[in-house]
């Protein structure tokens, strides 16, 4: 994946936890980079190994990282490096979930080598909504949970999210049952 995700899984370990663990999290991860550059790829391995070796020296599971780093994406990554292209995706979150097929699209115009998810929304309900996600990368349910709860958070909307389908469960992709209260923060 591109730099910039290890970059902000690094942003995001720094920012709480401070440089000493995160020393300690690129070495239990054996990886040797000093710098992340962001328009560079690395392979996924990284990352994965970064999450797993997170997991264990912060003492907390690999799917509470995950969450964390799915909101701190959206929250900061996303709204300090790229705000304009969030905000012209849409003005409520319902309306950002429908245009999210084509948006990564619009990034891969800025990271051509982009291998990106793929989403779509079925059975769109005044409340809530399915959305689809499809990936060739495994393991990621938790990270979309968190990019989730992080543009609820982001539109100041209280959001519900269930896994109703898990590809880790057999299915033939993950689904999120989406439903939420407008103007309430959650
Ligand atoms: C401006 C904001 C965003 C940028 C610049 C961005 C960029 C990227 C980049 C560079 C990757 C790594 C993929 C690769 O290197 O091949 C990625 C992966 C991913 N992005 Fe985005 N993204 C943004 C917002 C979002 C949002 C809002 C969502 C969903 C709600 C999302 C969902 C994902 C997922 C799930 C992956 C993991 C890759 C996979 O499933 O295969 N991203 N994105």
Redesign the pocket.
């Known amino acids: 994946?591109?730099g910039?995700?290890n970059k902000a899984v690094q942003d995001l370990v720094i920012t709480n936890f401070g440089d000493e663990k995160w020393d300690l999290i690129k070495q239990k991860a054996g990886v040797e980079v000093d710098v992340f550059l962001s328009n560079e790829?690395y392979p996924d391995e990284m990352t994965y190994d970064l999450v797993e070796a997170a997991s264990e020296v912060l003492g907390v599971s690999g799917r509470e990282v995950l969450h964390a780093f799915g909101e701190h994406?959206?929250l900061q990554?996303?709204r300090q490096?790229?705000g304009s292209?969030?905000e012209a995706?849409g003005r409520t979150l319902p309306e950002?979930l429908i245009n999210?097929p084509t948006?990564?699209t619009r990034?891969a115009m800025?990271?051509p080598?982009?291998?990106?998810?793929r989403?779509n929304c079925t059975d769109i309900k005044e409340n809530s909504l399915l959305l689809h996600?499809h990936?060739?990368?495994p393991g990621?349910t938790d990270?979309?949970i968190g990019?989730?709860q992080g543009?609820g958070k982001m539109f100041n909307t209280s959001t519900k999210i269930v896994v109703a389908q898990r590809k880790a469960e057999g299915a033939d992709h993950d689904v999120f049952a989406v439903s939420w209260v407008e103007g309430e923060a959650g």
């Open positions: 994946m591109y910039m995700v790829s994406w959206v990554t996303a490096g790229y292209m969030l995706n950002f999210l948006f990564h990034v800025i990271f080598d982009l291998k990106p998810p989403f996600y990936s060739h990368r990621l990270f979309v990019l989730l543009l």
